[in-house]
């Protein structure tokens, strides 16, 4: 083990040379690499290329006696896609709105609802609070808070612990403050620390009192059955927790096929208490006529049960594993002996979190994108875009192919030594 932290200025001084010199020989080969957003490969939307072909025929489109799905209607989804997304996020079926193709415009429109409206337990419209704030667990999902920030939603940020946020904080905030209205989850394989969160933080979740009557989870389990591994964590059913809390109306979950199917063409859904999904039914009538139910119904024939789909993720395992291996077996043969970063070894969902020294991760990314490697925004994983330790680096493996991927990371672990040699210098 070389700890680059004990070594001398003028062993550091002379690694930092030989790093250099390496790093300048790569601005040649005019690379573009891009491992910025998780993204599946082409190899992995192939898997659901029968979904094409599902309900092209006549017949097959008439497959739901009840309505007619060529037309006009069903703003709730048809009851066939309630109850396979019932059984994907462990719900019934009538605690289910299915909805176009997308679940983070599916949160993005509870929360603005919630901001001219309400939600069914609010005075008031969240709007005409006169401040509004959100917990936001960091490292986390950037695209939840640019929604906060799009609404003037002020964010807290709240430490990752390794079985989720920080539980003890967040009762004492909620506890006191009536300002703040919900929390960002991603409770399983969280996003980018691959995190589950244990059964113990969701039932503190569903039980803690909140000063605000209208608190809302916003439990976005978007890589619930995403998993890489045989034997999964098992993540514990929050609204079944929070209904024997006595809270049934606190959460709303979230969920789609993006990662399943095709993204962007998959369907989204959500689940909540019978009385939330009535109060939103009301309103999503006013704004369509009716989600896409042809999308619907492809998606039913083809990914038929929660077995069928975790037959289908296997796959997707078989493809994208070998990618998180790869990259795991770098970081640890590049970086391990230097004690300069850590990062996490998921057991599902999209990502590796790669945490440098303090002060590092925008230098990295910096000098990785001027050599044609371009990575997610150093700061991104936190609100407002700034990691208060400047060290946070989400690694997207599986858009890249192996080849492509290695020499990514290869030159990432480069960046991460010279960046390293440079601030202990
Ligand atoms: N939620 C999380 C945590 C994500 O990581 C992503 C995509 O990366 C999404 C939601 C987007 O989901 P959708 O495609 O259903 O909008």
Redesign the pocket.
Known sequence: MTDLNTLDNESLTKLNAELLRKYDSLKAKKLSLDMS??KPCPEQLDLSMDLLDIASSKELLRANESLDIRNYGGVEGLIEAKKLFGQILHVNPNEIIIGGN????MMHDTISRALLNGVVDSDIPWGKEPKIKFLCPSPG?D?HFAICEMYNIEMITIDMLDDGPDMDKIEELVSKDESIKGIWC?PKYS?PDGITYSDEVVSRLAKMQTKATDFKIFW?D??TVHHLTEQPPVLKNILKECKEEGHPNRVFMFT?T??ITF??S?I?AMAASEENINFIKKQLSVQTIGPDKINQLRHVLFLQDLENITLHMKKHAEIIKPKFDMVLNILESELGRYNIASWSKPKGG?FISLNTLDGCATEVVKLASDVGVSLTQAGATYPYGKDPRDRNIRIAPTFPTLAELQTAIEIVCLCVLLASTKKLL
């Not at 997308?102 to 415009?105: A, V």
């Open positions: 957003r998780g997308s679940s983070l415009s999902y695209r991603v996003n976005d978007a890589y789609s993006s990662k993204p962007g998959g989204a999209y």
